[in-house]
Protein backbone atom coordinates (compact mmCIF):
# COMPACT_ATOMS: atom_id res chain seq x y z
CA UNK A 1 0.00 0.00 0.00
CA UNK A 2 0.91 3.22 -0.47
CA UNK A 3 2.02 5.72 1.68
CA UNK A 4 -0.19 8.16 3.31
CA UNK A 5 0.63 11.43 4.91
CA UNK A 6 -2.20 12.74 7.04
CA UNK A 7 -3.29 15.88 8.68
CA UNK A 8 -1.95 16.20 12.39
CA UNK A 9 -4.80 18.26 14.57
CA UNK A 10 -5.08 18.32 18.45
CA UNK A 11 -2.20 15.39 18.78
CA UNK A 12 -3.82 13.04 16.43
CA UNK A 13 -3.59 12.46 12.46
CA UNK A 14 -6.88 12.64 10.31
CA UNK A 15 -7.91 12.72 6.91
CA UNK A 16 -9.73 15.77 6.84
CA UNK A 17 -12.41 16.00 4.57
CA UNK A 18 -11.36 12.74 2.80
CA UNK A 19 -10.21 14.27 -0.31
CA UNK A 20 -5.98 13.64 -1.19
CA UNK A 21 -3.19 14.80 -3.58
CA UNK A 22 -0.35 13.00 -5.11
CA UNK A 23 3.15 13.42 -3.58
CA UNK A 24 5.87 12.73 -6.50
CA UNK A 25 9.17 11.05 -6.25
CA UNK A 26 11.47 13.56 -7.91
CA UNK A 27 14.16 11.20 -8.42
CA UNK A 28 11.46 8.78 -10.63
CA UNK A 29 8.61 11.17 -11.31
CA UNK A 30 6.94 8.15 -9.60
CA UNK A 31 3.98 9.43 -7.61
CA UNK A 32 5.00 8.32 -3.73
CA UNK A 33 2.45 9.02 -1.16
CA UNK A 34 -1.03 10.22 -1.35
CA UNK A 35 -1.55 13.32 1.22
CA UNK A 36 -4.65 13.94 3.25
CA UNK A 37 -6.14 17.89 1.70
CA UNK A 38 -7.20 19.93 4.07
CA UNK A 39 -10.44 21.73 4.08
CA UNK A 40 -11.32 24.80 5.36
CA UNK A 41 -12.96 23.47 8.41
CA UNK A 42 -10.08 21.45 8.91
CA UNK A 43 -8.08 24.61 9.38
CA UNK A 44 -10.05 26.11 11.47
CA UNK A 45 -10.04 22.88 13.49
CA UNK A 46 -6.34 23.22 13.74
CA UNK A 47 -6.38 27.03 14.74
CA UNK A 48 -9.06 26.35 17.35
CA UNK A 49 -7.24 23.12 18.46
CA UNK A 50 -4.06 25.67 19.17
CA UNK A 51 -6.19 28.05 20.57
CA UNK A 52 -6.98 25.75 23.25
CA UNK A 53 -3.59 24.15 24.16
CA UNK A 54 -2.53 28.15 24.21
CA UNK A 55 -3.16 29.22 28.05
CA UNK A 56 -1.79 25.65 29.50
CA UNK A 57 1.34 26.00 27.54
CA UNK A 58 1.97 29.60 27.51
CA UNK A 59 1.73 29.10 31.53
CA UNK A 60 4.65 25.96 31.12
CA UNK A 61 7.30 26.80 32.74
CA UNK A 62 9.78 27.66 30.43
CA UNK A 63 12.48 25.00 31.53
CA UNK A 64 9.68 22.54 31.27
CA UNK A 65 8.96 23.21 27.35
CA UNK A 66 12.87 23.29 26.54
CA UNK A 67 13.08 19.92 28.32
CA UNK A 68 9.78 18.75 26.00
CA UNK A 69 11.62 20.37 23.16
CA UNK A 70 14.99 18.64 23.93
CA UNK A 71 12.91 15.58 24.01
CA UNK A 72 11.50 16.24 20.43
CA UNK A 73 15.42 16.77 19.06
CA UNK A 74 15.86 12.97 20.70
CA UNK A 75 13.07 11.53 19.33
CA UNK A 76 13.94 12.77 15.37
CA UNK A 77 17.25 11.26 16.22
CA UNK A 78 15.58 8.00 17.59
CA UNK A 79 13.92 7.74 14.41
CA UNK A 80 16.45 9.44 12.42
CA UNK A 81 16.32 6.40 9.36
CA UNK A 82 12.68 7.39 9.43
CA UNK A 83 13.23 10.92 8.72
CA UNK A 84 15.86 10.51 6.64
CA UNK A 85 13.69 8.23 3.87
CA UNK A 86 11.18 10.41 4.15
CA UNK A 87 13.03 13.29 3.73
CA UNK A 88 14.56 11.92 0.55
CA UNK A 89 11.38 10.27 -0.81
CA UNK A 90 9.83 13.94 -0.94
CA UNK A 91 12.68 15.85 -2.43
CA UNK A 92 14.70 12.73 -4.30
CA UNK A 93 18.15 14.56 -2.54
CA UNK A 94 20.96 12.13 -2.04
CA UNK A 95 21.14 10.20 1.08
CA UNK A 96 24.82 11.52 2.03
CA UNK A 97 23.51 15.71 1.86
CA UNK A 98 20.47 14.44 4.01
CA UNK A 99 22.34 12.80 6.16
CA UNK A 100 24.07 15.20 6.97
CA UNK A 101 22.31 18.41 6.58
CA UNK A 102 18.70 18.29 6.61
CA UNK A 103 17.90 15.64 9.68
CA UNK A 104 20.84 16.44 12.29
CA UNK A 105 19.98 20.02 11.54
CA UNK A 106 15.94 19.28 12.54
CA UNK A 107 17.39 18.25 15.88
CA UNK A 108 19.83 20.88 16.47
CA UNK A 109 17.09 23.62 15.86
CA UNK A 110 15.19 22.36 18.34
CA UNK A 111 18.16 21.73 21.27
CA UNK A 112 19.81 25.61 20.55
CA UNK A 113 16.20 27.22 20.53
CA UNK A 114 15.42 25.33 24.08
CA UNK A 115 18.88 26.28 25.17
CA UNK A 116 18.50 29.87 24.26
CA UNK A 117 14.86 30.47 25.75
CA UNK A 118 15.60 29.52 28.90
CA UNK A 119 18.44 32.02 29.27
CA UNK A 120 16.63 34.91 27.65
CA UNK A 121 16.14 37.88 30.23
CA UNK A 122 14.36 41.73 29.22
CA UNK A 123 15.76 44.49 29.87
CA UNK A 124 15.86 47.11 32.28
CA UNK A 125 16.37 51.20 32.35
CA UNK A 126 16.79 52.97 35.40
CA UNK A 127 14.82 56.31 34.27
CA UNK A 128 15.61 60.16 35.75
CA UNK A 129 12.63 61.80 36.92
CA UNK A 130 12.50 65.62 38.02
CA UNK A 131 11.65 64.76 41.61
CA UNK A 132 14.57 62.61 42.01
CA UNK A 133 13.21 59.85 42.68
CA UNK A 134 13.82 58.19 39.77
CA UNK A 135 11.36 54.83 37.49
CA UNK A 136 12.33 51.62 36.76
CA UNK A 137 11.40 50.18 33.23
CA UNK A 138 11.64 46.50 32.70
CA UNK A 139 10.15 44.05 29.72
CA UNK A 140 7.81 41.39 29.99
CA UNK A 141 7.75 39.12 27.20
CA UNK A 142 4.31 37.21 26.21
CA UNK A 143 3.80 34.73 23.71
CA UNK A 144 2.11 36.15 20.60
CA UNK A 145 -0.51 32.95 20.52
CA UNK A 146 -1.06 31.05 17.47
CA UNK A 147 1.92 31.36 14.83
CA UNK A 148 0.60 30.22 11.21
CA UNK A 149 3.85 28.45 10.34
CA UNK A 150 4.30 28.30 5.85
CA UNK A 151 7.33 26.43 4.53
CA UNK A 152 8.97 25.83 1.48
CA UNK A 153 10.17 22.20 -0.34
CA UNK A 154 14.04 22.71 -0.50
CA UNK A 155 14.89 21.99 2.84
CA UNK A 156 11.72 21.13 4.68
CA UNK A 157 12.37 19.70 7.89
CA UNK A 158 15.36 22.02 8.52
CA UNK A 159 13.12 25.18 7.46
CA UNK A 160 10.22 23.97 9.08
CA UNK A 161 11.97 23.29 12.42
CA UNK A 162 14.15 26.34 12.52
CA UNK A 163 10.37 28.23 12.79
CA UNK A 164 8.66 25.50 14.97
CA UNK A 165 11.07 25.25 17.57
CA UNK A 166 11.52 29.20 18.74
CA UNK A 167 7.77 29.45 18.46
CA UNK A 168 7.15 26.88 20.37
CA UNK A 169 10.22 27.76 23.09
CA UNK A 170 8.12 30.93 23.57
CA UNK A 171 5.09 29.36 24.48
CA UNK A 172 3.62 30.13 21.10
CA UNK A 173 1.36 27.16 19.48
CA UNK A 174 1.85 26.36 15.97
CA UNK A 175 -0.67 25.78 12.82
CA UNK A 176 1.98 24.30 10.18
CA UNK A 177 1.36 23.87 6.37
CA UNK A 178 4.45 22.42 4.84
CA UNK A 179 4.88 22.67 1.34
CA UNK A 180 2.58 20.73 -1.23
CA UNK A 181 5.92 19.47 -2.42
CA UNK A 182 7.34 17.75 0.46
CA UNK A 183 4.39 16.94 3.36
CA UNK A 184 6.52 14.13 5.21
CA UNK A 185 8.88 15.14 7.73
CA UNK A 186 6.00 17.45 9.20
CA UNK A 187 3.52 14.81 9.39
CA UNK A 188 6.27 12.91 10.96
CA UNK A 189 7.10 15.25 13.38
CA UNK A 190 3.65 15.10 14.65
CA UNK A 191 4.13 11.85 16.43
CA UNK A 192 7.59 12.69 17.78
CA UNK A 193 5.63 15.72 19.34
CA UNK A 194 3.02 13.31 21.00
CA UNK A 195 5.64 11.29 21.89
CA UNK A 196 7.41 13.42 23.14
CA UNK A 197 4.57 14.78 25.77
CA UNK A 198 4.29 18.09 24.01
CA UNK A 199 0.41 18.34 24.55
CA UNK A 200 -2.21 17.85 22.26
CA UNK A 201 -2.92 21.17 19.79
CA UNK A 202 0.30 22.65 20.07
CA UNK A 203 1.88 21.57 17.09
CA UNK A 204 -0.54 21.24 14.41
CA UNK A 205 -0.48 20.51 10.52
CA UNK A 206 -2.62 20.86 7.81
CA UNK A 207 -1.56 20.07 4.38
CA UNK A 208 -2.29 21.69 0.82
CA UNK A 209 -1.29 24.23 -1.37
CA UNK A 210 -1.26 27.87 -0.96
CA UNK A 211 -3.52 30.53 -3.41
CA UNK A 212 -7.18 30.06 -2.50
CA UNK A 213 -6.40 27.03 -0.39
CA UNK A 214 -4.88 25.96 3.05
CA UNK A 215 -1.92 28.03 3.03
CA UNK A 216 -4.18 31.51 1.96
CA UNK A 217 -7.04 30.38 4.61
CA UNK A 218 -4.09 30.26 7.49
CA UNK A 219 -2.71 33.65 6.65
CA UNK A 220 -6.38 34.39 6.91
CA UNK A 221 -7.71 33.01 9.73
CA UNK A 222 -9.11 35.78 12.60
CA UNK A 223 -6.97 33.45 15.49
CA UNK A 224 -4.25 33.42 14.38
CA UNK A 225 -1.89 35.98 15.16
CA UNK A 226 1.73 36.23 13.30
CA UNK A 227 2.76 33.91 10.35
CA UNK A 228 6.42 32.81 9.57
CA UNK A 229 7.12 31.90 6.01
CA UNK A 230 10.04 30.59 4.04
CA UNK A 231 9.74 30.99 0.36
CA UNK A 232 9.57 32.74 -3.19
CA UNK A 233 9.63 36.63 -2.98
CA UNK A 234 6.01 36.83 -4.82
CA UNK A 235 4.26 34.73 -2.42
CA UNK A 236 5.40 36.55 0.53
CA UNK A 237 3.99 39.88 -1.09
CA UNK A 238 0.65 37.45 -1.70
CA UNK A 239 0.61 36.43 1.77
CA UNK A 240 1.41 40.43 3.15
CA UNK A 241 -1.49 41.50 1.08
CA UNK A 242 -3.83 39.16 2.43
CA UNK A 243 -2.35 39.67 6.39
CA UNK A 244 -2.70 43.28 6.21
CA UNK A 245 -6.50 43.42 6.77
CA UNK A 246 -5.36 42.45 10.53
CA UNK A 247 -2.17 44.09 10.64
CA UNK A 248 -0.57 40.40 11.91
CA UNK A 249 2.97 40.21 12.64
CA UNK A 250 5.10 38.41 9.64
CA UNK A 251 8.74 37.13 9.47
CA UNK A 252 9.95 36.37 6.09
CA UNK A 253 12.55 34.87 4.33
CA UNK A 254 12.16 34.90 0.82
CA UNK A 255 14.30 34.61 -2.44
CA UNK A 256 17.85 35.42 -3.36
CA UNK A 257 19.86 35.78 -6.47
CA UNK A 258 23.74 35.97 -4.55
CA UNK A 259 26.73 36.74 -5.56
CA UNK A 260 30.10 35.30 -4.64
CA UNK A 261 33.18 37.30 -5.67
CA UNK A 262 36.39 35.81 -6.10
CA UNK A 263 39.93 38.05 -5.69
CA UNK A 264 43.15 36.96 -7.40
CA UNK A 265 44.61 36.32 -4.57
CA UNK A 266 42.42 33.68 -2.90
CA UNK A 267 43.13 30.48 -2.01
CA UNK A 268 42.47 28.81 -5.57
CA UNK A 269 41.29 25.52 -4.74
CA UNK A 270 39.55 26.46 -1.74
CA UNK A 271 37.59 29.07 -3.84
CA UNK A 272 36.58 26.96 -6.64
CA UNK A 273 35.50 23.95 -4.23
CA UNK A 274 33.38 26.58 -2.10
CA UNK A 275 31.56 27.86 -5.04
CA UNK A 276 31.26 24.65 -6.46
CA UNK A 277 29.49 23.75 -3.20
CA UNK A 278 27.68 27.21 -3.02
CA UNK A 279 26.01 27.15 -6.92
CA UNK A 280 25.39 23.65 -7.01
CA UNK A 281 24.50 22.20 -3.61
CA UNK A 282 21.18 20.80 -3.02
CA UNK A 283 20.63 21.18 -6.85
CA UNK A 284 21.16 24.96 -6.36
CA UNK A 285 17.67 24.61 -4.68
CA UNK A 286 19.07 26.84 -1.52
CA UNK A 287 18.10 30.36 -1.37
CA UNK A 288 21.74 30.69 -0.13
CA UNK A 289 23.55 29.73 -3.41
CA UNK A 290 25.74 31.56 -5.47
CA UNK A 291 24.17 32.01 -9.06
CA UNK A 292 26.13 34.97 -9.62
CA UNK A 293 29.73 34.58 -9.83
CA UNK A 294 32.50 37.59 -10.26
CA UNK A 295 36.08 36.89 -10.92
CA UNK A 296 38.69 38.79 -11.17
CA UNK A 297 40.19 39.19 -14.57
CA UNK A 298 43.92 37.43 -14.05
CA UNK A 299 42.59 34.19 -12.67
CA UNK A 300 39.10 34.23 -14.64
CA UNK A 301 39.44 31.76 -17.71
CA UNK A 302 41.48 29.71 -14.91
CA UNK A 303 38.38 29.83 -12.75
CA UNK A 304 36.06 28.91 -15.20
CA UNK A 305 37.29 25.56 -16.38
CA UNK A 306 38.22 24.45 -13.08
CA UNK A 307 34.69 25.41 -12.33
CA UNK A 308 33.03 23.83 -15.09
CA UNK A 309 35.29 20.93 -14.07
CA UNK A 310 33.70 20.88 -10.37
CA UNK A 311 30.31 20.91 -12.34
CA UNK A 312 30.89 18.19 -14.70
CA UNK A 313 32.04 15.90 -11.95
CA UNK A 314 28.70 16.24 -10.09
CA UNK A 315 26.93 12.96 -10.42
CA UNK A 316 23.40 12.79 -10.39
CA UNK A 317 21.31 9.41 -9.95
CA UNK A 318 19.48 7.43 -7.37
CA UNK A 319 19.63 8.82 -3.83
CA UNK A 320 20.82 5.60 -2.29
CA UNK A 321 24.03 5.65 -4.33
CA UNK A 322 26.67 6.91 -2.05
CA UNK A 323 28.16 7.89 -5.38
CA UNK A 324 25.38 10.61 -6.31
CA UNK A 325 26.45 14.29 -5.42
CA UNK A 326 22.96 15.64 -7.39
CA UNK A 327 19.20 15.17 -6.80
CA UNK A 328 16.48 16.22 -9.16
CA UNK A 329 14.76 19.18 -8.85
CA UNK A 330 11.57 19.55 -7.27
CA UNK A 331 8.86 19.04 -9.87
CA UNK A 332 8.32 18.85 -13.38
CA UNK A 333 7.40 22.46 -13.39
CA UNK A 334 10.06 23.35 -11.46
CA UNK A 335 12.03 21.84 -14.13
CA UNK A 336 10.11 23.46 -16.65
CA UNK A 337 11.23 26.42 -15.43
CA UNK A 338 14.76 26.21 -15.15
CA UNK A 339 15.48 24.74 -18.44
CA UNK A 340 13.22 27.54 -19.26
CA UNK A 341 16.18 29.88 -18.16
CA UNK A 342 18.75 27.66 -19.97
CA UNK A 343 17.11 28.50 -23.39
CA UNK A 344 17.04 31.76 -22.58
CA UNK A 345 20.98 32.03 -21.29
CA UNK A 346 21.76 30.16 -25.12
CA UNK A 347 19.33 32.93 -27.08
CA UNK A 348 21.05 35.59 -24.92
CA UNK A 349 24.41 34.33 -26.38
CA UNK A 350 25.63 32.67 -23.07
CA UNK A 351 28.36 30.18 -23.25
CA UNK A 352 27.83 27.29 -21.57
CA UNK A 353 31.49 25.89 -20.03
CA UNK A 354 29.51 22.85 -18.28
CA UNK A 355 25.92 21.53 -18.49
CA UNK A 356 23.28 23.54 -20.14
CA UNK A 357 20.65 20.45 -20.84
CA UNK A 358 19.27 17.26 -19.15
CA UNK A 359 21.29 14.20 -18.09
CA UNK A 360 20.90 10.81 -20.00
CA UNK A 361 20.01 8.31 -17.02
CA UNK A 362 18.55 5.05 -17.18
CA UNK A 363 15.08 3.88 -15.58
CA UNK A 364 13.58 4.67 -12.97
CA UNK A 365 15.77 7.97 -12.93
CA UNK A 366 15.02 9.13 -16.64
CA UNK A 367 11.78 9.86 -15.20
CA UNK A 368 12.94 12.22 -12.81
CA UNK A 369 13.28 15.77 -13.08
CA UNK A 370 17.13 16.15 -13.27
CA UNK A 371 18.86 18.72 -14.56
CA UNK A 372 22.48 19.45 -15.72
CA UNK A 373 24.70 21.62 -13.60
CA UNK A 374 25.58 24.24 -15.54
CA UNK A 375 28.29 27.31 -15.82
CA UNK A 376 27.26 30.23 -18.66
CA UNK A 377 29.74 32.80 -19.15
CA UNK A 378 29.22 35.60 -21.61
CA UNK A 379 25.65 36.51 -20.64
CA UNK A 380 24.48 40.97 -20.26
CA UNK A 381 24.54 41.70 -16.44
CA UNK A 382 20.78 43.26 -17.58
CA UNK A 383 19.47 39.11 -18.92
CA UNK A 384 16.93 37.63 -17.19
CA UNK A 385 19.29 34.95 -16.09
CA UNK A 386 21.52 37.09 -14.51
CA UNK A 387 18.65 39.40 -12.57
CA UNK A 388 16.12 36.43 -11.74
CA UNK A 389 16.10 33.62 -9.34
CA UNK A 390 16.79 30.60 -10.99
CA UNK A 391 17.23 27.84 -8.11
CA UNK A 392 18.21 25.46 -9.71
CA UNK A 393 22.08 23.98 -10.03
CA UNK A 394 23.76 26.63 -12.53
CA UNK A 395 25.54 30.12 -12.23
CA UNK A 396 26.42 32.58 -14.17
CA UNK A 397 30.71 33.80 -14.00
CA UNK A 398 31.28 37.59 -15.00
CA UNK A 399 35.25 38.90 -14.75
CA UNK A 400 35.79 42.06 -12.84
CA UNK A 401 38.96 44.48 -12.71
CA UNK A 402 38.65 46.55 -9.27
CA UNK A 403 36.97 45.80 -6.19
CA UNK A 404 35.09 48.65 -6.27
CA UNK A 405 33.03 47.03 -9.90
CA UNK A 406 32.75 43.68 -7.64
CA UNK A 407 30.80 45.69 -5.49
CA UNK A 408 28.41 47.61 -7.30
CA UNK A 409 27.61 44.30 -9.35
CA UNK A 410 27.04 42.40 -6.64
CA UNK A 411 24.50 45.08 -5.16
CA UNK A 412 22.86 45.53 -8.07
CA UNK A 413 19.53 43.99 -8.40
CA UNK A 414 16.77 43.87 -6.19
CA UNK A 415 17.13 41.02 -3.62
CA UNK A 416 19.80 40.90 -0.94
CA UNK A 417 20.04 37.81 1.02
CA UNK A 418 23.72 36.74 1.26
CA UNK A 419 27.11 37.20 -0.44
CA UNK A 420 30.38 34.95 -0.64
CA UNK A 421 33.65 36.95 -0.26
CA UNK A 422 37.19 34.23 -1.43
CA UNK A 423 40.37 36.11 -0.84
CA UNK A 424 43.00 36.26 1.27
CA UNK A 425 43.18 40.22 2.15
CA UNK A 426 41.13 39.86 5.27
CA UNK A 427 41.33 44.45 5.29
CA UNK A 428 39.47 44.47 1.93
CA UNK A 429 37.02 41.18 2.96
CA UNK A 430 35.82 43.34 5.99
CA UNK A 431 35.74 46.69 4.32
CA UNK A 432 33.11 44.75 1.14
CA UNK A 433 30.97 43.29 4.24
CA UNK A 434 30.62 46.83 5.44
CA UNK A 435 29.45 47.67 2.34
CA UNK A 436 27.49 45.09 0.56
CA UNK A 437 23.51 45.35 0.65
CA UNK A 438 22.86 41.91 1.80
CA UNK A 439 21.57 40.27 5.59
CA UNK A 440 24.45 37.20 5.81
CA UNK A 441 28.14 37.59 4.52
CA UNK A 442 30.45 34.62 4.25
CA UNK A 443 34.21 35.03 4.13
CA UNK A 444 36.14 32.40 2.95
CA UNK A 445 33.05 29.83 3.79
CA UNK A 446 29.21 29.40 2.68
CA UNK A 447 26.37 28.02 4.24
CA UNK A 448 28.90 27.67 7.64
CA UNK A 449 25.99 28.18 10.44
CA UNK A 450 26.18 29.14 13.94
CA UNK A 451 22.58 29.13 14.96
CA UNK A 452 23.00 32.00 17.56
CA UNK A 453 23.58 34.91 14.36
CA UNK A 454 21.14 37.06 12.95
CA UNK A 455 19.85 35.61 9.26
CA UNK A 456 17.34 36.97 6.86
CA UNK A 457 18.06 39.30 4.04
CA UNK A 458 17.23 43.04 2.50
CA UNK A 459 15.59 44.36 -0.43
CA UNK A 460 13.13 41.80 -1.72
CA UNK A 461 14.92 39.08 0.34
CA UNK A 462 13.11 39.49 3.20
CA UNK A 463 11.66 41.25 6.11
CA UNK A 464 13.10 40.63 9.74
CA UNK A 465 15.99 38.65 10.97
CA UNK A 466 15.43 34.91 12.73
CA UNK A 467 18.25 33.10 14.51
CA UNK A 468 19.05 33.33 18.01
CA UNK A 469 17.21 35.97 20.02
CA UNK A 470 15.82 37.52 16.96
CA UNK A 471 13.38 34.42 16.25
CA UNK A 472 12.70 34.27 20.27
CA UNK A 473 12.29 37.88 20.06
CA UNK A 474 9.83 37.61 16.89
CA UNK A 475 7.95 34.93 18.81
CA UNK A 476 6.95 37.45 21.52
CA UNK A 477 5.60 40.14 22.53
CA UNK A 478 7.15 42.55 24.89
CA UNK A 479 4.95 45.07 26.91
CA UNK A 480 7.25 47.93 28.98
CA UNK A 481 6.00 48.56 32.13
CA UNK A 482 7.27 51.81 34.10
CA UNK A 483 7.27 51.99 37.74
CA UNK A 484 7.35 55.25 39.47
CA UNK A 485 9.88 55.03 42.32
P1 LIG B 1 6.64 29.19 -2.62
O1 LIG B 1 6.61 30.61 -2.24
O2 LIG B 1 6.10 28.79 -3.94
O3 LIG B 1 5.86 28.30 -1.56
C1 LIG B 1 6.18 28.34 -0.19
C2 LIG B 1 4.96 27.98 0.62
O4 LIG B 1 3.98 28.99 0.49
C3 LIG B 1 4.29 26.67 0.20
O5 LIG B 1 3.90 25.99 1.35
C4 LIG B 1 3.08 27.17 -0.59
O6 LIG B 1 2.01 26.26 -0.61
C5 LIG B 1 2.72 28.41 0.20
N1 LIG B 1 1.92 29.42 -0.52
C6 LIG B 1 1.96 29.70 -1.85
N2 LIG B 1 1.11 30.70 -2.13
C7 LIG B 1 0.51 31.07 -0.96
C8 LIG B 1 -0.45 32.05 -0.60
N3 LIG B 1 -0.97 32.87 -1.50
N4 LIG B 1 -0.82 32.14 0.70
C9 LIG B 1 -0.28 31.33 1.63
N5 LIG B 1 0.63 30.37 1.35
C10 LIG B 1 1.05 30.25 0.07
O7 LIG B 1 8.17 28.75 -2.46
P2 LIG B 1 8.81 27.36 -2.82
O8 LIG B 1 8.80 27.24 -4.30
O9 LIG B 1 8.21 26.32 -1.97
O10 LIG B 1 10.34 27.55 -2.31
C11 LIG B 1 11.34 28.13 -3.09
C12 LIG B 1 11.49 29.60 -2.79
O11 LIG B 1 11.74 29.77 -1.40
C13 LIG B 1 12.69 30.25 -3.47
O12 LIG B 1 12.31 31.53 -3.91
C14 LIG B 1 13.71 30.39 -2.36
O13 LIG B 1 14.67 31.40 -2.53
C15 LIG B 1 12.83 30.66 -1.20
N6 LIG B 1 13.52 30.30 0.06
C16 LIG B 1 14.02 31.32 0.84
C17 LIG B 1 14.72 31.01 2.01
C18 LIG B 1 15.31 32.08 2.88
O14 LIG B 1 15.73 31.75 3.99
N7 LIG B 1 15.37 33.32 2.45
C19 LIG B 1 14.87 29.68 2.38
C20 LIG B 1 14.34 28.68 1.55
C21 LIG B 1 13.65 29.01 0.39
O1 LIG C 1 20.30 27.57 7.95
C1 LIG C 1 19.24 28.14 8.20
O2 LIG C 1 18.87 28.39 9.36
C2 LIG C 1 18.39 28.60 7.10
N1 LIG C 1 17.29 29.29 7.44
C3 LIG C 1 18.71 28.27 5.83
C4 LIG C 1 17.97 28.65 4.70
C5 LIG C 1 18.24 28.08 3.52
C6 LIG C 1 17.51 28.41 2.36
O3 LIG C 1 17.18 27.62 1.50
Known sequence: MRQQWRLFIAGAYSDGGGE??????PATGVVAAEVALATRADVDRAVAAANKALPAWRKTPVAERARLLRRVADGIEARFDEFLRAEVADTGKPYGLARALDVPRGAANFRIFADLAVGLGTECFETHTEDGAGALNYGLRRPLG???VICPWNLPLLLLTWKVAPALAMGNAVVVKPSEETPATAALLGEVMATAGVPPGVYNVVHGFGPESVGEWLVAHPDVAAITFTGETRTGQAIMRTAATRAKRLSFELGGKNAAIVFADADFERAVAGVARSSFLNGGQVCLCSERVYVERPIFERFVAALAAEARRLRPGAPE????????LISAAHR????GYYAAARAAGAEARAGGGVPDLPPPYDGGYFVEPTVWTGLPEQSACVTEEIF?????????DEEEEALALANAGDYGLCAALWTSDLARAHRLAQALEVGVIWINSWFLRDLRTPFGGMKLSGVGREGGRYSLDFYTEIKNVCVKL
Do not use: I, Q
Open 321 to 328: DSATTLGP
Open 392 to 400: GPVCHVAPF
Open 146 to 148: VVG
Open 336 to 339: EKVL
Open 20 to 25: TFPDYN
